[in-house]
């Protein structure tokens, strides 16, 4: 495959996005023969992250690393997803607060809002009534089926509400209302994009090709999901606290997490596969540790040396230089709320005019168009 250089990003990296283009646009050629008029942009970005508490490194590796990329290479919108929170978290007490900690964190994780349109979810009104017109594209058997929807089921038994069941369908509002094709996420919300793809069919098919479909993206092609340091689980704003790497965490915690991250006694057998959770610290190692250091790491595990208490050392102290200057930014951000309000106001303008035009097409689309 040719490698194609594109700003900020590596050959390799090049290589995915020069598939990924003449795919989309292989793609869109192939619709457009069909519709001859379609005009679907292809080069559009999309995501978001709820507030719902502390942004952690499964936040980073799975969603904000690549925003940051992507914001050089494509038109992006991300997104504080404030009203998927309320799915889970109707006490509205703490929100106005974790919305603010939400932005100041991605933006100390190098999201630039003037590169990107960062803003609310709750500022853009019309998803509101994109989400209406999806509902009824959605059927109550996928969404009862899909899995998040039943591991919240679970979780929290008195409070199994429709916008729980629907919340797929407000995900795709958010998607496709800026016309998105490119979705950075983690593995967790492969199934959720699965669904917007469906339901994006659906309404091109009964109405008229107006949305692209959108796929779920990592730089690294597979998608990721960053398990907690006890092994279990996943990394999560709410649950796992203990095996949860915060930005927020003083150096000390960090060390202390580290530290208590599960290993074992140690490869028996030269050059033996990682299990998962050693696997996970070697690629906790990847994002903050220095090559040379990784690959003696390396070794040491094929050659059955390993000795885990150096490695969580290293890594803890390793970690602490990469999340702790992210801590100092976020906190000078959090202390100029007036630059916080600017974000929010900036975004929801660009992202409102973006919603407006996307709602025009779709109520012509859908003939709510009387006079
Ligand atoms: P959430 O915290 O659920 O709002 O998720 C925000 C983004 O972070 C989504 O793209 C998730 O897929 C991603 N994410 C959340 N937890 C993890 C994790 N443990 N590993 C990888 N990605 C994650």
Known sequence: MQQVKVAG????????????????????????????????????????????????????????????????????????????????????????????RVLAENIACGLDPEKATFYCQSHIRETGELYLYL?????????????????????????VNAGLLTYPVLQTADIIMHRASYVPVGKDQEQHLEMARNFVVRFNHRYGEIFPEPHAFNYNQELIKVPGLDG?????KSENNMATLYFADE?????????KALTDQGPTEKNAQKPDY?????????????????????????????????????????????????????????????YLVEVMEKGAQKAGESAKKTMDLVRNAIGLNYF
């Open 135 to 159: 509902n009824m594209l959605a059927y109550k058997g996928e969404l009862e089926k899909t899995v998040t929807f039943k591991d919240k089921a679970r979780q929290h038994p008195e409070n």
């Open 9 to 100: 990003l590596n050959p390799i990296e090049s290589a995915d996005f020069y598939y990924l283009r003449h795919y989309y646009f292989y793609k869109m050629t192939e619709k457009n023969l069909n519709k001859p008029n379609s005009d679907i942009p292809s080069q559009i970005v999309m995501s978001g992250i709820r507030p719902t508490g502390m942004v952690h490194l499964g936040n980073y590796f799975g969603a904000i690393r690549n925003y940051v990329k992507m914001q050089d290479a494509f038109e992006c919108y991300f997104m504080v997803a404030d009203l998927h929170s309320l799915t889970t978290h109707p006490d509205t007490k703490e929100l106005k607060s974790n919305v603010r």
């Open 251 to 259: 150096d000390d915690m960090i060390r202390k997490k580290v530290m």
């Open 232 to 236: 279990t689980g996943k990394m999560s």
């Open 278 to 338: 050693i696997e996970n610290i070697f690629m906790l190692m990847k994002l903050v540790c220095e090559e040379d250091v990784i690959s003696k790491y390396e070794d040491d595990f094929n050659n059955c040396s390993i000795r885990y208490g150096d490695l969580k050392k290293q890594l803890a102290e390793d970690m602490v230089k990469f999340m702790a200057p992210i801590r100092q930014k976020t906190n000078d951000i959090l202390a100029n709320d007036a």
